[in-house]
């Protein structure tokens, strides 16, 4: 039997609702409560004046809401009116006092918020948002980099890096290696868990960049042993120990290959004066222009490893080269697939602009200095502001209220001002509520009145 049209769309209307509901906000704060009460608590029980649920949660609104003062002005709100926002969007029951959440977080080991990571990347598979990200066949890109996000000559802790200068002098630092779903038609980036670069083992031997992508990788194919990924990585990675450890994990891997990096695989491409190539116009008069070679040795030692070698070079009208880069990977490149990848490769930069620059830029204070801790607390706020992110960015994809907030409000930078306004006054009973009112001021008038 066939569905009339207002069956079919009413289908349609249905799995809609259903699908924006698992990755709705009271779904998503929903989840990673239950992760935030599943932590254990080592604390003596009746000297806790906060449980840990409440501590994360405080500390998270603050980064949802981009505002490092948020729950004082919530218990003045408390005081006056005896309920407050953090109680009805977050679920907190009682707002810990600044001195009180930081000492409490700085006790609670960062892994524990991993499997948070983990379920939102489910959510977003199982309700088939991945797909459009895919950039090859069950094959998403997941570009790393690594990011500092403190720096100090005084203020530092356990796991801090440090660096000592010539005259003596110590700069303490903080720095991940992150990695983040992209896609080169995608204006959102979707973090994964990163790796902490930081000293955790006791010993004087500082951490990298390196050896952090490497337990990235391991965690990343445990976290996600079925998906398959696409590595995109700087010059960094690109050297044989590093990619035979990507290889290792199943992973494909697209690496950044500089001239001066790869001095012998540059001299024997020159061997190969008839590369393949391919070129293209654009509309507006620029050259693409690509060169590619399969199978070349990474470099001259003995068991040396055979990467396929790509080059890109854009040229404006003028015939001056705006863009030009190289990369080493392990598919096999040819004619068809060429644009694409040099596309993949390029679209790192998101990682950078995208994600890093709006955490450190564009309100969320992830440098801002909310007290360093001990142990914990400086990696665990930068990763309950990633969090923070992940939820804006999931709701930028797949949340019709938040994204006509956006478009009525203009910025980004305006919406959260606005947002953050009708908290400081107003109490309201969900997320959902606060975007409607913000949509349709007029309709609450009167139950504003009402309440106040
Ligand atoms: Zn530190």
Do not use: A, K, P, R
């Given at each position: 039997m066939s569905l009339s049209t207002s069956d079919r769309l009413l289908t349609i209307l249905a799995s809609l609702t259903k699908q924006k509901k698992h990755l709705s906000f009271s779904a998503l704060k929903d989840s990673m409560s239950s992760y935030f009460d599943a932590i254990e608590d080592k604390r003596v029980q009746n000297k806790c004046d906060y449980s840990l649920h409440d501590v994360l949660m405080s500390a998270f609104s603050c980064m949802y809401f981009q505002d490092p003062s948020l729950n004082e002005f919530q218990k003045r709100i408390q005081e006056e009116q005896h309920k407050n926002n953090l109680q009805t969007?977050?679920?907190?029951k009682s707002i810990p006092q600044n001195t009180q959440l930081r000492d409490i977080l700085d006790e609670i080991p960062s892994e524990e918020l991993a499997p948070i990571f983990n379920d939102f990347f489910n959510r977003l598979r199982r309700h088939k948002h991945l797909e459009d990200y895919a950039i090859l066949p069950n094959t998403l890109l997941c570009a790393i980099d690594g990011t500092q996000y403190h720096r100090s000559k005084d203020i530092h802790c356990e796991q801090c890096l440090h660096k000592e200068h010539k005259a003596g002098e110590i700069t303490y630092s903080h720095a991940v290696l992150q990695g983040a779903i992209m896609h080169p038609d995608k204006k959102q980036v979707l973090p994964v868990m990163p790796e902490a670069i930081a000293n955790t083992d006791g010993t004087d031997k500082q951490d990298c960049e390196s050896k952090a992508a490497k337990r990235f990788i391991k965690n990343l194919r445990q976290a996600h042993p079925r998906q398959g990924f696409l590595i995109v990585g700087d010059g960094l990675m690109s050297h044989q120990p590093m990619i035979e450890s990507f290889i290792d994990e199943g992973c494909h891997f697209l690496f950044v290959a500089k001239p001066g990096d790869h001095k012998y695989m540059f001299k024997s491409l020159e061997g190969f004066p008839e590369l393949a190539s391919y070129q293209f116009d654009d509309e507006k008069g620029c050259t693409h222009y690509y060169r590619w070679k399969n199978e070349v040795p990474l470099h001259g030692g003995e068991n040396a490893i055979k990467v396929n070698f790509f080059e890109y070079i854009l040229k404006n009208k003028d015939g001056k080269i705006t863009y030009r880069n190289s990369w080493v990977t392990d598919i096999k490149m040819s004619r068809y697939n060429i644009v694409g990848m040099a596309r993949a490769g390029r679209c790192r930069w998101k990682i950078e602009n995208e994600c890093f620059n709006t955490l450190k830029n564009q309100g969320y204070y992830i440098t801002h200095n909310y007290g360093h801790g001990k142990k914990h607390l400086s990696y665990n706020m930068y990763l309950l502001t990633l969090l923070a992110f992940y939820f804006h960015q999931i709701f930028e994809l797949t949340d019709g209220a938040y994204q006509a907030c956006r478009k009525k409000l203009g910025s980004k930078k305006y919406m959260w001002e606005k947002f953050r306004n009708v908290i400081r006054f107003f109490i309201m009973d969900s997320w959902a509520m606060l975007m409607d009112f913000i949509l349709s001021p007029d309709d609450y008038k009167v139950t504003l009145t009402k309440n106040r």
């Open positions: 969007l977050f679920g907190v």
